[in-house]
């Protein structure tokens, strides 16, 4: 679990309106985006590549805390594919990126892919654990209509 509490209400924290963007939108946003995953959010490195291989910080949730299965990087990043497809992203920032996309596997775990502005189009992601109980379900309902 999560060393800070994260559950909050933060507007820019939302999944952007299907309606706003086309499939053929989609597609060309995932062509310019890329899942990179970060050594901060690893207790296993899997095969990602980072160098050091672990960096976790006591700040930062983990993908694969204990009790949680690794998740390898072909899955993070069809995850991360699946949620630009169904539209499952916040709405465009000013560089026309957005900040956050969401997925869902197949176990209903729900994933949060985020940016920063210093690598604009390269994300990193981690599970939504149980003091995101809200944001959980907010997602899983969003995935389920799409």
Known sequence: MSARKRE?????????????????????LLARLSYVG????KRRPGDYGFQPPTNPRATKDLCDAK??????????AQLFADGIRR????????????????GVDTHGDVYEAKTR??????????????????????????WNRR
Do not use: C
Request: aromatic share 8%.
């Open 67 to 76: 009790g949680q299965r690794p998740i390898l990087a072909a899955e993070a």
């Open 87 to 102: 539209g499952m992203f916040s709405a465009p920032t000013a560089n026309g990126l957005p900040k956050y996309v969401w």
């Open 8 to 28: 909050g209400n933060r507007p820019g924290r939302r999944v952007m309106a299907q309606n706003r963007s086309t499939p053929a939108q989609r597609e060309e």
């Open 117 to 142: 502005p210093e690598l604009e189009a390269e994300y990193h992601g981690y599970r939504l654990g149980d003091d995101e109980s809200d944001m959980r379900r907010y997602v899983i309902e969003e």
């Open 38 to 41: 970060s050594a901060h959010h």
